[in-house]
């Protein structure tokens, strides 16, 4: 029996107005292939929170024919990682899509830069506040960190991670974050991180994630050692 385009919106409303669970976007959008030959249905989500995970962001496509009612593949791919790396998962009926959708999530079966972006936006403020500390910067506090995206449903290749700064409850600096894939060198990422405070901006590079609290705190402490200093 084909599955409906109806069954699959109503196991991601399941799964996201769970008692348990919390998401702060998902943007439904269609979109047709190249060949004009179906649909996608794209489910894009920000900020999802189900038991004790969390994730920043992800992606959930199906295939779906031209009248926009049934998939054509008992299958979707999620967006396993930044920029643009998917999973593709087969289910065998509605019921095994909503397990295997929930599996996905509860066991944080993503990549490495999803995963530190989550981290990162669990507990933001505190996290920048210890890296600052230890790094004796003591002029500053961060009072809130939000995330804000820009845009609900971009490409995957062009999604930026932008987030709000509260600084000792009086200054506000942006920050948005993108990845570069360096296919002219093997293996090689890099990483942008856009700082906008006043009417300033800097920009800074990395080729790793894995310090993103101290980058991100010692920037903030340059930005502002340069504007009210």
């Not at 590079?205 to 101290?214: A, G, K, M, R, V």
Request: aromatic share 14%.
């Amino acid at each position: 029996m084909k599955i409906r385009i109806s069954e699959i919106e109503q196991t991601f409303k399941e799964i996201f107005e769970a008692e348990e669970g919390r998401v702060s976007s998902v943007e439904t959008v269609w979109e047709l292939s190249k060949d004009e030959d179906y649909y996608k249905l794209v489910i894009s989500i920000h900020n999802l929170s189900i038991e004790e995970t969390l994730i920043i962001h992800t992606k959930f496509i199906f295939k779906c024919d031209l009248e926009k009612k049934f998939v054509t593949e008992e299958s979707f791919i999620y967006l396993y990682d930044i920029n643009c790396v998917y999973h593709k998962i087969d289910f065998d009926n509605i019921m095994d899509l909503k397990e295997k959708v929930e599996n996905i999530i509860i066991s944080n079966e993503f990549g490495e830069d999803i995963q530190i972006l989550s981290d990162f936006i669990e507990a933001p403020a505190m996290f920048l506040n210890y890296y600052m500390k230890r790094s004796k910067i003591t002029d500053y506090s961060v009072f809130e960190v939000k995330y804000e995206p820009k845009f609900k449903t971009m490409p995957c290749d062009k999604t930026t991670f932008d987030f709000e700064i509260n600084i000792n409850n009086n200054y506000r600096i942006l920050l948005s974050l993108s990845k570069r894939d360096r296919s002219d060198v093997e293996d090689y990422d890099t990483y942008t991180f856009q700082f906008r405070f006043l009417d300033e901006y800097e920009t800074v590079e990395s080729d790793t994630l894995q310090n993103i609290h101290f980058l991100i705190g010692s920037q903030i402490a340059k930005l502002l050692d340069k504007k009210l200093k």
